[in-house]
């Protein structure tokens, strides 16, 4: 076979029967990778502990691909962003980019064009000798899972890594020249465990990290974490006190020239995640892997979480589905205030009737918003409240 734009062709000419079936599609992927080398107490993702194997993945997620063709979720070429997540992709080794890349070229597309290719790893996987085969293979995106450069609070999180192997990864990621990277920071930790949250994203800053995701640490149900924190054992900062780590945190970012792509995410210029971009601007995407989800056509999906149940699925040929919504107009609406509301670009004022002008002059007032001839958008003070100010303003806004 040859590609043609990326979309593989048989040797007669015609286009491959998987690659006519993506015709007129999707052109974002996230790729589930599950497997970690130990899970951390504060984990829920759906990850697995049992040893990794880049052909069995690679081969499982292929067949998905080839089985939501079948049911009409279709790619086009060719594809414009890809993310790996997990679970930890990393473990899978310097392979991971050439093992991708065979998935997608055995079901008719190439990805020679794709505008951003990110990755999430962890510290104690990388290396320069990996991170250059990563680049060389078409990678231009690295997200490293850093959290703290504070022994006691990555001893709490139950991390692998240590200061010093997260300090190398940082410089060897950086010095491996990709078009962006970033580093993930947990912050929310008992105060006797971290006194000085921004003090400790400081000292990451120093490093040149062109893009931060503040993970708020939450007692999920179930996990150690939630356990320990049900019995008191733990004792989480309150709502006030996570106010004022999280106000502190955004003003350490703003004032040192990031800026924020949504609550959660700071940049500098240029270094914003184009696929978490697309994703808030609503555009269709495909979620392979166990536990993705996926956004095609109006209707969300997604996938059965566990490796071994998911696997088993698509061996047998069956959508590995665990469950599909396809939101009604008012619900589509709200989801729609939220994710503009949630992002820089805020949200066009002309999607609002005339008496929500009463509720935007108490916001700005308040400093909870800002606003231009033709947008609103929330500060950080506003992004603490946006959950209750998106059922405010949501009745005033229309997107038919």
């Given at each position: 076979?040859?590609?043609?734009?990326?979309?593989?062709?048989?040797a007669?000419?015609?286009v491959?029967?998987?690659?006519?079936?993506f015709?007129?599609?999707?052109?974002?992927?996230?790729?589930?990778?599950?497997?970690?080398?130990?899970?951390?107490?504060?984990?829920?993702y759906?990850?697995?502990?049992?040893?990794?194997?880049?052909?069995?993945?690679?081969?499982?997620?292929?067949?998905?691909?080839?089985?939501?063709?079948?049911?009409?979720?279709?790619l086009?070429a060719?594809?414009?962003?890809?993310?790996?997540?997990?679970?930890?992709?990393?473990?899978l080794?310097?392979?991971?980019?050439?093992?991708?890349?065979?998935?997608?070229?055995?079901?008719?597309f190439?990805l020679?064009?794709?505008?951003?290719?990110?990755?999430?790893?962890n510290?104690?996987?990388?290396?320069?000798?990996?991170?250059?085969?990563?680049?060389?293979?078409?990678?231009?995106?690295?997200?490293?899972?850093?959290?703290?450069?504070?022994?006691?609070?990555l001893?709490?999180?139950?991390?692998?890594?240590?200061?010093l192997?997260?300090?190398?990864a940082m410089?060897?990621?950086?010095?491996?020249?990709?078009?962006?990277?970033?580093i993930?920071?947990?912050?929310?930790?008992?105060?006797?465990?971290?006194?000085?949250?921004?003090?400790?994203?400081?000292?990451?800053?120093?490093?040149?990290?062109p893009?931060?995701?503040?993970?708020?640490?939450?007692?999920?149900?179930?996990?150690?974490?939630?356990?320990?924190?049900?019995?008191?054992?733990?004792?989480?900062?309150d709502?006030?006190?996570?106010?004022?780590?999280?106000?502190g945190?955004?003003q350490a970012?703003?004032?040192?020239?990031?800026?924020?792509?949504?609550?959660?995410?700071?940049?500098?210029?240029?270094?914003?995640?184009?696929?978490?971009?697309?994703?808030?601007?609503g555009?269709?995407?495909?979620?392979?892997?166990?536990g993705?989800?996926?956004?095609?056509?109006?209707?969300?999906?997604?996938n059965?979480?566990?490796?071994?149940?998911?696997?088993?699925?698509?061996?047998?040929?069956?959508p590995?589905?665990?469950?599909?919504?396809?939101?009604?107009?008012?619900e589509?609406?709200?989801?729609?205030?939220?994710?503009?509301?949630?992002?820089?670009q805020?949200?066009?004022?002309?999607?609002?009737?005339?008496?929500?002008?009463?509720?935007i002059e108490?916001?700005?007032?308040?400093?909870?918003a800002?606003?231009?001839?033709?947008?609103?958008?929330?500060?950080?003070?506003?992004?603490?409240?946006?959950?209750s100010?998106?059922?405010?303003?949501?009745?005033?806004a229309s997107?038919?």
């Amino acid at each position: 076979m040859v590609s043609d734009g990326g979309v593989s062709r048989e040797a007669d000419g015609g286009v491959s029967p998987a690659a006519e079936a993506f015709a007129e599609g999707v052109r974002h992927v996230y790729m589930h990778m599950p497997f970690c080398a130990a899970r951390c107490p504060y984990c829920d993702y759906p990850v697995d502990l049992g040893p990794a194997s880049l052909p069995e993945w690679a081969g499982t997620l292929g067949e998905e691909l080839r089985l939501r063709a079948d049911e009409g979720e279709r790619l086009t070429a060719p594809v414009r962003t890809l993310h790996l997540g997990g679970g930890t992709p990393s473990i899978l080794g310097s392979d991971l980019p050439a093992g991708v890349r065979a998935l997608f070229s055995a079901t008719g597309f190439a990805l020679d064009s794709v505008e951003e290719w990110g990755i999430e790893s962890n510290p104690e996987d990388l290396s320069a000798e990996l991170l250059a085969r990563w680049r060389n293979d078409g990678v231009d995106r690295v997200v490293v899972g850093v959290q703290s450069l504070r022994p006691e609070v990555l001893r709490f999180l139950g991390r692998r890594h240590s200061t010093l192997s997260a300090q190398e990864a940082m410089r060897a990621v950086e010095k491996t020249g990709f078009r962006s990277w970033g580093i993930d920071f947990v912050w929310g930790l008992p105060h006797e465990v971290e006194s000085d949250a921004v003090g400790a994203l400081r000292r990451i800053l120093e490093f040149g990290v062109p893009h931060v995701s503040l993970f708020e640490l939450n007692p999920e149900v179930g996990t150690p974490l939630g356990l320990a924190v049900t019995r008191r054992e733990v004792l989480l900062p309150d709502d006030d006190r996570r106010a004022d780590l999280y106000l502190g945190l955004t003003q350490a970012l703003l004032s040192a020239g990031y800026s924020g792509h949504d609550p959660m995410s700071f940049a500098l210029p240029g270094h914003g995640s184009r696929h978490a971009e697309a994703v808030r601007e609503g555009e269709d995407y495909l979620g392979l892997g166990p536990g993705a989800h996926s956004w095609v056509r109006g209707k969300r999906s997604w996938n059965l979480g566990g490796w071994a149940e998911y696997r088993e699925a698509v061996r047998v040929g069956h959508p590995p589905r665990a469950g599909a919504e396809e939101p009604n107009p008012e619900e589509r609406s709200l989801e729609r205030v939220w994710a503009a509301l949630g992002s820089a670009q805020g949200l066009e004022i002309k999607r609002l009737a005339p008496e929500a002008g009463s509720v935007i002059e108490r916001w700005v007032r308040s400093g909870w918003a800002r606003t231009d001839p033709v947008r609103i958008c929330l500060t950080p003070l506003g992004w603490i409240r946006l959950d209750s100010m998106v059922l405010e303003l949501a009745p005033y806004a229309s997107f038919r």
